[in-house]
């Protein structure tokens, strides 16, 4: 598996949530070549070392999200449970209580792929930065330059169709 391409994998199963970057357990497990069932009760009987800020458990809501988004095929995928989520720490902490080798080496890509993420969080936070400085400098000529800009900053804005049908207006 080239570094790079397994990077590029991991870092499509990192989430946020609650404002944290995160994985879910299923994706770790199968990263380890483990059941999701048996890296949860690895993490159970070790809990001392993985508080609310290392892991922990999606709500209701948050798991319906996920799946409405297609990232949790169903609660039911889960074996019925809500997925517990890990964050760098707390993958960190799992290669303490996953001892494998292929578990080091998972573990090493995993870091990788978080150290990535943070990095192009900073780039684009620097570049956002400058072109805000240009414009200030620049005459309203670079106008439309900036706006331009600007719009490649925002986040996409989603359409949403209304399903169903509406009553006929009389004229």
């Keep these: 598996m080239a570094d790079l391409e397994s990077i590029g994998r991991i870092e499509s199963k990192i989430f ?3 404002g944290k970057k995160v994985m879910l357990d299923k ?15 690895q993490v159970k009987r070790n809990r ?6 290392f892991m922990f458990q999606l709500t209701e809501g948050e798991a319906k999200n996920m799946v409405s988004h297609f990232v949790i095929p169903s609660k039911q995928s889960m074996g019925g449970f809500l997925p517990y989520v890990f964050t760098e720490q ?3 902490m799992l290669s303490s209580v ?14 990788r792929a978080f150290v990535n993420l943070r990095r ?16 200030e ?7 439309a330059v900036f706006d331009a800009f600007r719009k490649l900053f925002e986040p996409p804005k989603k359409e ?4 169903g049908f509406s009553p006929a207006v009389d004229p």
């Design 16 to 18: 946020q949530i609650r």
């Design 27 to 41: 994706d770790l497990a199968l990263l380890y070549g483990v059941k999701p069932i048996a890296l949860r009760q």
């Design 48 to 53: 001392e070392r993985f508080p609310a800020d």
């Design 90 to 92: 707390g993958v960190a």
């Design 98 to 111: 996953l001892r494998s080798r292929r578990a080091v080496s998972v573990n090493i890509h995993i870091m």
């Design 120 to 135: 192009m969080a900073l780039t684009y936070a620097g570049l956002k930065r400058k072109i805000d400085e240009m414009e």
């Design 137 to 143: 400098k620049y005459d309203t000529q670079f106008k």
């Design 160 to 163: 949403r169709k209304i399903i």
